[in-house]
């Protein structure tokens, strides 16, 4: 019995070593200079938010990552993002936060989605993909969901016409669409997608997502080695469930974004490991992918169980983004690597182990 | 030999070991003979290295180094020195590793990068290889390779190493001095067959 136990577990880390041993032969050639830290802004949030951009502080601390975080307190009861965040975004051009807390109704605007109308970060990125070691119904799942963030119905504008009868506006421009639009074909280009899926509902309504679709038409008559097709939201989310291998990259208006992002970060393996983003022409600000404003439950962060994958992962995308490409490999590796041995999980992935147990596995597996 | 060029070149070095996850900066000279020039040299390697607490830094004199590198080279990273050395151990370790023929490299400054073939760069071939058409274009590919990782295009350079790498592995078309008899055209036709 021990015998078999000990063969195994060499087999394991033999396994393990082949399938996470990443290696180039053709190395990155760096410019002199190119190791000088960068600053980045930290808006730890509510919630479980600081628990988790704590795991990240950690991680990058423990590789002596060349960033340095500008930690800014934001809450989601405050009124406006502070001025000094704003500038310190602009002045970093790269930031990484935790969920702030939206109150339903009320007329109180998210923080979240002030923070991206004032950067105009006009582009939200969420890669769903299944994870090595987490079984889920659907395997060969990898869809990187380009939701446009600016307008559409979260443009806020809504009205109560008499008492009891409010209208709510959804927006759509060509220039947003054109642009969230390009993105995505951009991003096909230069990440190797063979097809990007624009998901609308034109047949209801035929202006404000017609103007949507034929942005999109145009934009891929530009780029004749990437396929296009189009998808109604409705069949789009039955097909996600049932045959979720067909989609590549998905570009999608405001709302159908947040749905079909959170719905394919569901059968890939939750929303607690997927890494996502949200770009414009000037910043990025990188948070969990999907459900980004979710700042948990109040037993999750009483008992400190929050999964902090999700965070590191998209601190990995931040490390790209920078040019550290060596760092965004080794935190990835050593994250993949503590998913696939299985031993130190929070609750959502089926374990029971806290935030700070995930986080020390992580940091014994970096090398 | 300037304080200024070993000083710089020493800092690129760890700050490369830095960035690419590596371990170990192995200085090569040979100051017990030269002791003021590459007594510089070691100066410099040595006060840039302290600015660097995790990466190990040693020193070898460079007729040992050549010993070592035929005999043991698994115990060498990143190796910096000066020029002659340099272009010495680079070719050595090129030889070693699988020939002149594959080994990618570039040149770099603060404003510019320069990428050609690794070691031996200035070697035009001879008469043979140029009217039979028979050069080795993998070195090149692959440093074509760093330079779309220099200009920011990984997954181009993914995947024009992926399929440089699997011909290289699948061995049906090698020039002859990996022991083949294909055509720089053979191979370039089995890169492009493989980009599909």
Not at chain 1, 61 to 70: I, K, L, R, S
Request: glycine share 8%.
């Amino acid at each position: 019995m021990a015998s078999t136990a000990r063969s195994s577990s060499t087999l394991l880390k033999r396994f393990l070593a082949t399938r996470l041993n990443q290696s180039r032969s053709v190395t990155y050639m760096p410019r002199p200079g190119d190791g000088a830290p960068r600053a980045v802004t930290l808006i730890p949030g509510d919630g479980i938010g600081p628990l988790v951009t704590g795991a990240v502080e950690q991680v990058m601390e423990a590789m002596h990552a060349p960033v340095y975080f500008e930690k800014f307190e934001v809450h989601g009861d405050m009124k406006a993002v502070p001025p000094a965040v704003i500038e310190s975004i602009r002045k970093n051009k790269v930031c990484l936060k935790g969920g702030l807390a939206t109150p339903m109704g009320g007329g109180v605007s998210s923080l979240n989605v002030q923070l991206r109308k004032e950067l105009d970060l006009y582009a939200s990125l969420v890669n769903c993909f299944n994870l090595p070691g987490i079984t889920t119904r659907h395997d060969n799942v990898d869809i990187v969901v380009i939701r446009e963030n600016t307008e559409g119905e979260y443009s806020g504008l809504e009205h109560e016409v008499v008492p009891g009868v409010v209208e709510s506006l959804k927006v759509i421009t060509k220039f947003c669409s054109e642009r969230i639009a390009k993105y995505a074909f951009e991003y096909a280009y230069l990440n190797n997608r063979k097809k990007v899926t624009a998901v609308h509902k034109a047949n209801i309504m035929k202006l404000a997502d017609g103007l949507f679709l034929e942005s999109c038409r145009e934009v891929a008559t530009k780029y004749p080695g990437i396929k296009y097709n189009e998808i109604i939201v409705d069949n789009c989310c039955m097909q996600l469930v049932s045959k979720p291998e067909q989609f590549d990259v998905m570009v999608t208006p405001n709302l159908y974004g947040n749905l079909v992002a959170n719905t394919a970060a569901g059968i890939a393996g939750g929303t607690g490991v997927m890494p996502g983003g949200n770009v414009g022409a000037e910043h990025a600000v990188f948070e969990q992918g999907a459900s980004a404003g979710n700042v948990g439950s109040g037993k999750e962060v009483e008992e400190k169980k929050a999964n902090p994958v999700a965070l590191l992962l998209s601190s990995a995308m931040m490390l790209r983004h920078l040019q550290f490409p060596a760092f965004a490999d080794r935190l990835e590796t050593a994250v993949k690597r503590v998913i696939l041995e299985g031993q130190y999980r929070t609750h959502d992935l089926g374990g029971t182990s806290s935030t700070q147990e995930v986080v020390d596995a992580v940091l014994d597996a970096l090398n | 030999m300037t304080k200024f060029c070993s000083e710089r070149i020493a800092k690129y070095a760890f700050e490369y070991a830095y960035l690419n996850n590596r371990k170990t900066v192995t200085a090569v000279h040979k100051a017990n003979i030269m002791k003021l020039a590459d007594g510089l040299f070691l100066e410099s390697c040595r006060q840039v290295a302290t600015k660097y607490p995790s990466i190990k830094y040693n020193e070898i004199i460079v007729d040992n180094c050549c010993m070592q590198l035929v005999s043991k080279p698994e115990q060498f990273n990143v190796m910096v020195t000066p020029n002659l050395y340099g272009n010495l151990v680079a070719n050595t370790a090129a030889g070693i590793a699988g020939g002149t023929g594959v080994m990618p490299g570039g040149n770099v400054g603060a404003d510019h990068a320069v990428f050609e073939q690794g070691a031996s760069a200035g070697n035009v071939g001879n008469e043979k290889l140029l009217e039979q058409k028979k050069a080795n274009p993998v070195a090149l590919l692959l440093s074509s390779a760093m330079m779309l990782r220099h200009l920011q295009f990984p997954s181009f350079a993914d995947r024009l190493e992926t399929a440089v790498k699997r011909v290289i592995s699948d061995g049906k078309y090698m020039t002859k001095d990996l022991g083949g008899a294909s055509t720089t055209q053979e191979v370039v036709d089995a890169v492009i067959a493989t980009l599909h």
